[in-house]
């Protein structure tokens, strides 16, 4: 191996990556932020009058709704982009932000249940926009499985970009879901006039999308530094073939 | 050696200038080719260019990515860098003009011989087709033939249809696979006549792993290893070619025009070889079937409910499952490549697939009306309804159109096809519900116009998003 790669070109080799000080910086501002959200999620804002305690699973359930939201939005771009311009990078990007924006829904769903159970007393109801989040859900989980079972990656990259432009027409649909049916999700209170919340909730909230989307940037480069890592690995691997097949 | 052949002028050379002496552009000038496929770089930076009227054989050992040459320099294949040429034309910009043999020939199995090259002179907007297509038949020795379908062909015959359809326009630049694959003694014997009757003075390059081949075609030979050529030959004197001159470049046929004569050729296919309406036709029964069993506690309760329901989660299931071969079918039998080579605009191939698989969905959502009012005794036969089915069908097939052309080089296509276009097609299946619901008065106070305008947007968003977005997804 090392053998290997001594024949290839310096210029061949991965740039090394080191973990400077934009690395640190970012993950300082997750701590701080992340600890932060926390400490005002259970501390700092009040309890609600009628849901009491359980109400605090807002603080992660409306985030990552979010950044799930812009998590698509970004599948989207980094489709149109790979598309227009042929750079891998739009498309590292597009796939990452679906995985992230695929365990954020999760993680909605999963709080939406909880608080459902508590609230509602049942775990799951067909409502609007429940069942459209679900609907999304299935859709970008059927993004990642394309990308799994296309095994040429340049056929891969331009099936995935299509399908990651289509797939976000699901996102408006679950954002309006509330005004367009009859609907027993919560209406948004924080864009809609009139349906205003204590200053600490609003203040908390707003610090936990903060978090959140602090946590989806760090996410997105650790995925797509991974990915880079991946792809300079099989490129390696296939000047050493090249090579080897030369030496015979 | 014929005394026509010898004049025949040579390839060009890497680093050659063109068809020097001449002042022609070559017909064929490709420049630094290099593609990667399946993670592997398959060509490695190819360079030739062949004066008007030349022949080249590629030969190389399996896997030495002639085939990949041939299908980059036909535009099935982006490259990553380098470009292809004809005639001095803008890179890719001049597919009108060239003749493809792929790999397996492009003829359907259930169109004639003759329907197979009509269809191509149809495809191609040629004139006076029918003396071309008598002629084709002729000299490929298939005349006795014509009126047989191919799926009953040798495969020698499969061969000599596809050189015919390929080059049924007169093509002045011809690529070809291999194109001595399956042919018996006399079929290698007669290639040369072939090629020399079906494309004159055309600029031929092929491969083979025969290079007796190459000797009978007159084709100077350059070899081919691991995605790079060896060094090519020195380039003979060129000889001033009979057929120098530029030939003009064949026009694009219109979108309409080309969708017309796909969804002709789909709908005949299907007429005789009966493999997608009749299957989805009998599934969407077998599902009204397993629905109503699966609800029969509240049928007589419900009945207008579980119509409803019935009706729409069995075609939106059907229309999915008549995606799966879609394209499919195309993609498997080489066909497809053919199309896409073509000049017609790729959307045209999505909008005929659609139309065909609206129409054959449509034709099983009336059937189901029928058959679920009898199941069930509710009057589903309405206008409403009927209306209702046709822009669903119109809708649903949009979506599955699109996603069947993304999952067909995809693994477990059929597995995942479904996981694809079922949750684009929730909008549709949720109006066409609200839609017979309000039909059979189970919502009392139903205001049919919002289902309908969710109906036409959810179709009309799809059916654009196919119409922009194929193009990308057709070409790898």
Same mark, same amino acid.
């Given at each position: 191996?090392?053998?290997?790669?001594?024949?290839?070109?310096?210029?061949?080799?991965?740039?090394?990556?080191?973990f400077?000080?934009?690395?640190?910086?970012?993950?300082?501002?997750?701590?701080?932020?992340?600890?932060?959200?926390?400490?005002?999620?259970?501390?700092?804002?009040?309890?609600e009058?009628?849901?009491?305690?359980?109400?605090?699973?807002?603080?992660?359930?409306?985030?990552?709704?979010?950044?799930?939201?812009?998590?698509?939005?970004v599948?989207?771009?980094?489709?149109?982009?790979?598309?227009?311009?042929?750079?891998?990078?739009?498309?590292?990007?597009?796939?990452?932000?679906?995985?992230?924006?695929?365990?954020?829904?999760?993680?909605?769903?999963?709080?939406?249940?909880?608080?459902?159970?508590?609230?509602?007393?049942?775990?799951?109801?067909?409502?609007?926009?429940?069942?459209?989040?679900?609907i999304?859900?299935?859709?970008?989980?059927?993004?990642?499985?394309?990308?799994?079972?296309?095994?040429?990656?340049?056929?891969?990259?331009?099936?995935a970009?299509?399908?990651?432009?289509?797939?976000?027409?699901?996102?408006?649909?679950?954002?309006?879901?509330?005004?367009?049916?009859?609907?027993?999700?919560?209406?948004?209170?924080?864009?809609?006039?009139?349906?205003?919340?204590?200053?600490?909730?609003?203040?908390?909230?707003?610090?936990?999308?903060?978090?959140?989307t602090?946590?989806?940037?760090?996410?997105?480069?650790?995925?797509?530094?991974?990915?880079?890592?991946?792809?300079?690995?099989?490129?390696?691997?296939?000047?050493?073939?090249?090579?080897?097949?030369?030496?015979? | 050696?014929?005394?026509?052949?010898?004049?025949?002028?040579?390839?060009?050379?890497?680093?050659?200038?063109?068809?020097?002496?001449?002042?022609?552009?070559?017909?064929?000038?490709?420049?630094?080719?290099?593609?990667?496929?399946?993670?592997?770089?398959?060509?490695?930076?190819?360079?030739?260019?062949?004066?008007?009227?030349?022949?080249?054989?590629?030969?190389?050992?399996?896997?030495?990515?002639?085939?990949?040459? #041939?299908?980059?320099?036909?535009?099935?294949?982006?490259?990553?860098?380098?470009?292809?040429?004809?005639?001095?034309?803008?890179?890719?910009?001049?597919?009108?003009?060239?003749?493809?043999?792929?790999?397996?020939?492009?003829?359907?199995?259930?169109?004639?011989?003759?329907?197979?090259?009509?269809?191509?002179?149809?495809?191609?907007?040629?004139?006076?087709a029918?003396?071309?297509?008598?002629?084709s038949?002729?000299?490929?020795?298939?005349?006795?033939?014509?009126?047989?379908?191919?799926?009953?062909?040798?495969?020698?015959?499969?061969?000599?249809?596809?050189?015919?359809?390929?080059?049924?326009?007169?093509?002045a630049?011809?690529?070809?696979d291999?194109?001595?694959?399956?042919?018996?003694?006399?079929?290698?014997?007669?290639?040369p006549?072939?090629l020399?009757?079906?494309?004159?003075?055309?600029?031929?390059?092929?491969?083979t792993?025969?290079?007796?081949?190459?000797?009978?075609l007159?084709?100077r030979?350059?070899h081919?290893?691991?995605?790079?050529?060896?060094?090519?030959?020195?380039?003979?004197?060129?000889?001033?070619?009979?057929?120098?001159?530029?030939?003009?470049?064949?026009?694009?046929?219109?979108?309409?025009?080309?969708?017309?004569?796909?969804?002709?050729?789909?709908l005949?296919?299907?007429?005789?070889?009966?493999?997608?309406?009749p299957?989805?036709?009998?599934?969407?029964?077998?599902?009204?079937?397993?629905?109503?069993?699966?609800?029969?506690?509240?049928?007589?309760?419900?009945?207008?409910?579980?119509?409803?329901?019935?009706?729409?989660a069995?075609?939106?299931?059907?229309?999915?499952?008549?995606?799966?071969?879609?394209?499919?079918?195309?993609?498997?039998?080489?066909? #497809?490549?053919?199309?896409?080579?073509?000049?017609?605009?790729?959307?045209?191939?999505?909008?005929?697939?659609?139309?065909?698989?609206? #129409?054959?969905?449509?034709?099983?959502?009336?059937?189901?009306?029928?058959?679920?009012?009898?199941?069930?005794?509710?009057?589903? #036969?309405?206008?409403?309804?009927?209306?209702?089915?046709?822009?669903?069908?119109?809708?649903?097939?949009a979506?599955?159109?699109?996603?069947?052309?993304?999952?067909v080089?995809?693994?477990?296509?059929?597995?995942?096809?479904?996981?694809?276009?079922?949750?684009?097609?929730?909008?549709?299946?949720?109006?066409?519900?609200?839609?017979?619901?309000?039909?059979?008065?189970?919502?009392?106070?139903?205001?049919?116009?919002?289902?309908?305008?969710?109906?036409?947007?959810?179709?009309?968003?799809?059916l654009?998003?196919?119409?922009v977005?194929?193009?990308?997804?057709?070409?790898?």
């Amino acid at each position: 191996m090392r053998e290997a790669l001594a024949h290839i070109p310096h210029r061949e080799l991965p740039s090394g990556r080191r973990f400077g000080l934009g690395s640190a910086a970012m993950y300082a501002l997750l701590l701080l932020s992340m600890g932060l959200a926390i400490f005002m999620t259970f501390v700092y804002a009040p309890a609600e009058r009628v849901q009491a305690e359980v109400y605090r699973l807002l603080f992660v359930h409306v985030p990552s709704a979010w950044l799930a939201f812009l998590a698509f939005g970004v599948v989207a771009l980094g489709s149109v982009m790979y598309l227009a311009r042929g750079r891998q990078r739009w498309d590292r990007l597009a796939h990452a932000s679906a995985e992230i924006g695929v365990m954020f829904t999760t993680l909605t769903l999963v709080t939406g249940a909880i608080w459902g159970r508590n609230v509602w007393g049942v775990w799951w109801q067909w409502d609007p926009r429940l069942t459209t989040t679900l609907i999304m859900w299935f859709m970008y989980t059927g993004y990642l499985s394309l990308r799994a079972y296309v095994d040429d990656p340049s056929i891969r990259r331009r099936a995935a970009s299509v399908l990651g432009i289509a797939a976000v027409v699901t996102v408006p649909i679950v954002w309006f879901s509330v005004e367009w049916w009859r609907s027993l999700h919560p209406r948004p209170s924080i864009t809609s006039p009139g349906g205003g919340m204590p200053g600490e909730m609003l203040v908390t909230l707003l610090l936990s999308v903060g978090a959140f989307t602090v946590f989806y940037l760090v996410l997105l480069r650790q995925r797509m530094t991974l990915e880079l890592a991946a792809s300079e690995v099989s490129r390696l691997r296939e000047i050493m073939q090249d090579q080897r097949e030369d030496d015979r | 050696m014929t005394p026509g052949a010898a004049q025949r002028p040579a390839a060009d050379s890497q680093d050659t200038p063109p068809a020097p002496g001449t002042g022609t552009p070559p017909a064929i000038d490709i420049t630094g080719l290099r593609v990667r496929l399946g993670g592997r770089e398959v060509l490695r930076g190819v360079s030739l260019a062949l004066a008007p009227g030349a022949r080249v054989a590629v030969v190389g050992p399996n896997g030495a990515g002639k085939t990949t040459l #041939l299908r980059a320099a036909a535009g099935l294949v982006r490259p990553r860098a380098g470009a292809v040429r004809f005639h001095g034309g803008a890179a890719g910009a001049a597919a009108a003009s060239f003749g493809f043999l792929g790999h397996r020939p492009h003829v359907y199995p259930y169109l004639t011989a003759r329907e197979n090259l009509a269809f191509a002179a149809r495809l191609y907007g040629l004139a006076d087709a029918q003396q071309r297509i008598d002629a084709s038949l002729h000299t490929v020795g298939l005349a006795a033939d014509a009126e047989r379908l191919p799926r009953e062909y040798s495969r020698g015959m499969l061969q000599r249809l596809g050189l015919a359809a390929a080059l049924l326009p007169e093509p002045a630049v011809v690529l070809l696979d291999e194109p001595d694959a399956s042919l018996d003694r006399a079929g290698l014997r007669g290639l040369p006549a072939m090629l020399d009757a079906l494309a004159p003075g055309a600029a031929v390059l092929f491969s083979t792993h025969d290079e007796h081949v190459a000797r009978s075609l007159n084709a100077r030979v350059v070899h081919m290893r691991r995605g790079r050529l060896d060094a090519p030959p020195a380039a003979a004197p060129a000889v001033e070619p009979a057929a120098a001159a530029n030939p003009p470049a064949r026009p694009r046929r219109g979108f309409a025009a080309a969708a017309a004569v796909l969804i002709a050729k789909d709908l005949r296919v299907e007429w005789r070889a009966r493999e997608q309406a009749p299957t989805m036709l009998v599934f969407a029964l077998l599902a009204a079937l397993v629905f109503d069993m699966a609800f029969i506690a509240v049928l007589h309760t419900e009945a207008a409910a579980v119509a409803a329901g019935v009706l729409w989660a069995s075609l939106v299931l059907a229309a999915t499952l008549g995606g799966v071969r879609l394209f499919a079918s195309e993609h498997d039998r080489g066909t #497809l490549d053919g199309l896409l080579v073509a000049p017609i605009d790729p959307s045209s191939i999505y909008a005929a697939k659609l139309a065909v698989l609206t #129409l054959e969905t449509a034709f099983v959502g009336l059937v189901q009306l029928g058959f679920v009012s009898l199941l069930l005794n509710v009057p589903l #036969l309405q206008g409403v309804t009927v209306g209702a089915v046709l822009l669903a069908s119109a809708g649903m097939s949009a979506v599955v159109a699109l996603q069947s052309a993304l999952v067909v080089n995809a693994r477990a296509r059929e597995v995942l096809l479904p996981l694809l276009a079922l949750p684009l097609s929730f909008p549709i299946l949720l109006a066409g519900v609200g839609l017979t619901l309000g039909a059979l008065q189970v919502t009392p106070d139903a205001a049919q116009g919002p289902w309908f305008g969710l109906l036409a947007a959810a179709g009309g968003v799809s059916l654009s998003l196919g119409v922009v977005l194929y193009p990308f997804a057709a070409r790898t």
